[in-house]
């Protein structure tokens, strides 16, 4: 996620907005920017560039230091590689206006297009880069109007703060979907998209909502709502040590970040389907519709979480590309010599995009002449840059070792690819994938749900945390996601978990089943749960704990197991995508309760880059 920060006031601007970038910096980012009105307010001078902020502040000793009025911008790369033109802030084709924004214009090719026919000429790959000319093009003598009137015209979401030049001493900002606070000053006020960014000048703030527009001078703070009525805002104390704030007021970084796996998705998910017509739209994909045709194998393969959406992707796909497909663990994939041509497509999941044995097994899978597509959450990573094709995933940075946005955006991209394969490939059912595609946007509101009722998972969490063993079955997908729940609760908590085929278990696991054993038995597949029922009495009958995680309305568990947690229901396919949450926050409540570095589990790294 991008950092935006505004200032106005009395200082020195650009110390001001560098220092409040750096407190931004956890937000993760690949390059960074200011502009500033120069002391004379003759005119907007912009200093960006791809890097660290450390470069930034380098040269930028000696850079406007009579400024008082500026942005400045952290930016975390969707559209465009990371590069000092693609670097924010963004101006107009006359110099008048600044833009610094975190989000994305979905709709910024159309506005581009037009933007152009009216003249506007564009420097950078940005899907930002259309607000500052969408602001020139609207301006009347009024930038708050203009501002007004351009985000009237934007799909998508947006924190942006616009600085004009012929409006010395007034900011402008709007908020849509992306956070954006105000700083309340003696003389001075700030904008910033997180707290951290404010708490070195003020902690008298104001929390913007969706749709608000501010209209910022260094004495006054007006803020409007959608239909340009006044808001009386509340002021909000910040009660928050900054370091405690870069976590938004949770304890940690993965509790933050399951919580804002509705966000991710939905920004994972922007502008890229149309469910009405029951299509998937994935520009980025250079695959084109004869070479998919001719696609008789897929491989996905990854790493940890990472394979672990690949075993569910091989669902999705085979059900809706009628394709065969291979899940392998990138280490083992690379030293199997396996069978690929042209005709094979390779899928690479990896979050980081720099993961050493999920880059090697692309690399061996591009040998074999197969055309690889990775799947990855950083822009132009190792990954990413060596890829035939890149669907980036859009859950922003992922601080907490333990990856949770970053597996149902994986989940996410599964789904879309498979629904996109379905119909260039004419396998496609269109009112199976209209009801899958309304399904997919309506995820992101249902893992809000969950994330609101957690207090059975936490309740479950201090009973058992003291367990040595745990298993988590299932049958089918759900088998797919007990692997991916064994593996939280393993790498944070410390307690062996296993997670098993539950068809599987009397074929020798069962043995290890005895009296307290706390088993969590996934239950969401409609189709086999009269079996997975069968399997999970066969856990009962030795006399373990069971906990069930099962759509609501699945009546029939309450009398066979200890303790149901219930799923908002959905389409089967996409039930993966609500079953890992409860299991997230299981593994986080056992280690939070065990005591556990929670974020930075032992002997774990972020990202893996060593074989
Ligand atoms: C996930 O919780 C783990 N931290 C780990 O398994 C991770 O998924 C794996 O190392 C792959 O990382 P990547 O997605 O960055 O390639």
Redesign the pocket.
């Known amino acids: 996620m991008c950092g935006i920060v505004g200032y106005l006031g009395h200082q020195q601007a650009v110390p001001i907005l560098l220092e409040g970038l750096a407190r931004l910096e956890y937000r993760g980012y690949d390059s960074a920017g200011v502009a500033v009105l120069d002391g004379n307010d003759s005119m907007i001078q912009v200093k960006k560039q791809k890097g660290k902020l450390a470069g930034l502040k380098t040269s930028s000793n000696d850079f406007c230091l009579n400024a008082v009025c500026g942005i400045g911008h952290t930016r975390w790369a969707t559209h465009g590689r990371p590069n000092d033109v693609n670097a924010h802030p963004h101006t107009d084709c006359t110099g008048k206006f600044a833009v610094v924004h975190n989000g994305i214009i979905e709709n910024y090719m159309a506005l581009r297009d037009w933007l152009i026919s009216r003249g506007h000429v564009f420097n950078s790959e940005t899907d930002t880069e259309v607000l500052p000319h969408l602001i020139e093009e609207l301006y009347a003598g009024d930038l708050l109007e203009a501002v007004r009137r351009a985000i009237t015209k934007l799909q998508g979401s947006y924190a942006m703060v616009v600085l004009c030049l012929d409006e010395p001493g007034r900011l402008v900002a709007a908020r849509h979907d992306s956070p954006l606070v105000v700083g309340l000053g003696d003389g001075e006020n700030f904008l910033a998209s997180d707290i951290p960014a404010l708490l070195k000048h003020t902690r008298r703030t104001y929390i913007l909502e969706d749709g608000e527009v501010v209209d910022l001078t260094s004495t006054e703070v007006k803020v409007f709502n959608g239909s340009g009525d006044a808001v009386e805002k509340k002021v909000f104390e910040v009660n928050w040590e900054a370091e405690q704030a870069e976590k938004n007021g949770y304890e940690h970084f993965m509790l933050k970040e399951i919580h804002e796996q509705p966000r991710a998705l939905r920004d994972t998910l922007a502008g890229r389907i149309n469910p009405e017509v029951g299509k998937v739209i994935l520009n980025e994909i250079t695959l084109d519709e004869e070479k998919l045709k001719n696609i008789n194998k897929i491989y996905i393969t990854?790493?940890?979480?990472?394979?672990h959406a690949g075993l569910v992707g091989k669902h999705v796909m085979e059900k809706m590309a009628r394709v065969p497909v291979e899940v392998d663990i990138a280490s083992e994939l690379r030293y199997r010599n396996p069978i690929m041509d042209k005709n094979t497509l390779v899928v690479v999941?990896?979050?980081?995009?720099?993961?050493a044995d999920?880059l090697a097994a692309m690399r061996e899978a591009k040998r074999n002449g197969a055309w690889t597509l990775a799947v990855t959450n950083v822009v132009d990573s190792s990954i990413a840059r060596d890829a035939d094709d890149v669907l980036y995933t859009w859950a922003g940075p992922e601080i907490a070792?333990?990856?949770t946005k970053?597996?149902t955006t994986q989940l996410m991209a599964m789904y879309l690819l498979g629904l996109y394969m379905a119909e260039k490939r004419g396998t496609q059912n269109v009112e199976e994938a209209k009801e899958l595609l309304i399904g997919l946007r309506e995820l992101p509101d249902k893992i809000e749900t969950i994330l609101k009722n957690g207090n059975i998972i936490k309740d479950f969490a201090a009973q058992y945390c003291s367990c040595q063993s745990s298993f988590f079955i299932g049958r089918g997908l759900d088998h797919a996601v007990a692997l991916e729940g064994a593996?939280?609760l393993k790498?944070i908590s410390y307690i062996h978990a296993e997670a098993y085929a539950a068809g599987e278990l009397k074929h020798g696991t069962l043995a290890l089943i005895v009296e307290g054993v706390p088993v969590i038995a996934l239950a969401t597949q409609q189709d086999i749960i009269e079996k997975m029922i069968s399997n999970i009495k066969e856990v009962k009958a030795r006399d373990a704990t069971v906990l069930a995680l099962a759509p609501e309305g699945y009546t029939g568990l309450e009398q066979v197991v200890d303790q149901v947690a219930y799923l908002p229901q959905t389409h089967s396919l996409l039930a993966p995508v609500l079953a890992v949450v409860p299991q997230q926050l299981l593994a986080y409540y056992m280690a939070v309760e065990r005591g556990c570095e929670v974020d930075q589990p032992r002997n774990?790294a972020?990202?893996?880059t060593v074989e």
């Open positions: 990854a790493c940890g979480t990472a394979y999941i990896s979050q980081s995009g720099e993961t999920t070792v333990a990856s970053a597996y593996l939280k790498e774990l972020k990202s893996v």
